[in-house]
T-cell receptor, first 115, second 114 residues
Framework: AQTVTQSQPEMSVQEAETVTLSCTYD???????LFWYKQPPSRQMILVIR??????QNATENRFSVNFQKAAKSFSLKISDSQLGDTAMYFC????????????FGAGTILRVKS | KAGVTQTPRYLIKTRGQQVTLSCSPI?????VSWYQQTPGQGLQFLFE???????NKGNFPGRFSGRQFSNSRSEMNVSTLELGDSALYLC?????????????FGPGTRLTVL
């Protein structure tokens, strides 16, 4: 079965600093996508960034970037210049590459940005 | 473009009752997926509908069902509610090109079963 593991239940970072959230996954697929979603206290799940496994280049979206290590099946999220609004639960997710949409999520990492 | 909408946002029911939750996808999106989020089990996939057909199903009992209408709006139904059904129910919509589509989530429906 496809699994996604986030080993850091909670993390904190000072405003303006950089933090990295870890994620490892297990898939037998050769071509797949990986996602990071953010869930702030409002509970709205927001897409942060998406990585296509066949692309060598790490995805970047403004202050958010990933470190994708395909051989190690590692997909970490780096947040630069952390802001108070980044406080949220962050989920790593991978789709099951069968017919239809099905995301498998990690357990999540609570990130607290402190002023 | 308007995002995914879910109604109602909050719901309180008692054991044994049934409940219907609604999800309207982003305009042009034809796939709607449902997820249950609980503190103990995390985020779990319930099912996905595409073109009014259930295309994929998670590991939930038959009390959980859903449907999709011709305008891509989807409903999920839970019958004979149990205390353990208390959860945040999230729906997500995506374009119909396959399992690599990005899913966009609604704000969720918070269901409390007393």
């Amino acid at each position: 079965a496809q699994t996604v593991t986030q080993s850091q239940p909670e993390m904190s970072v000072q405003e303006a600093e950089t933090v990295t959230l870890s994620c490892t996954y297990d898939t037998s697929e050769s071509n797949y996508y990986l996602f990071w979603y953010k869930q702030p206290p409002s509970r709205q799940m927001i897409l942060v960034i998406r990585q296509e496994a066949y692309k060598q280049q790490n995805a970047t979206e403004n202050r958010f970037s990933v470190n994708f290590q395909k051989a190690a099946k590692s997909f970490s999220l780096k947040i630069s210049d952390s802001q108070l609004g980044d406080t949220a639960m962050y989920f790593c997710a991978s789709p099951v590459m069968e017919y239809g949409n099905k995301l498998v999520f990690g357990a999540g990492t609570i990130l607290r940005v402190k002023s | 473009k308007a995002g995914v909408t879910q109604t109602p946002r909050y719901l309180i029911k008692t054991r044994g009752q049934q409940v219907t939750l609604s999800c309207s996808p982003i305009s042009g999106h034809r796939s709607v997926s449902w997820y249950q989020q609980t503190p103990g089990q995390g985020l779990q996939f319930l099912f996905e509908y595409f073109s009014e057909t259930q295309r994929n199903k998670g590991n939930f009992p038959g009390r959980f069902s859903g449907r999709q209408f011709s305008n891509s709006r989807s409903e999920m139904n839970v019958s004979t509610l149990e205390l353990g059904d208390s959860a945040l129910y999230l729906c997500a919509s995506s374009l119909p090109s396959g399992s690599t589509d990005t899913q966009y989530f609604g704000p969720g429906t918070r269901l409390t079963v007393l």
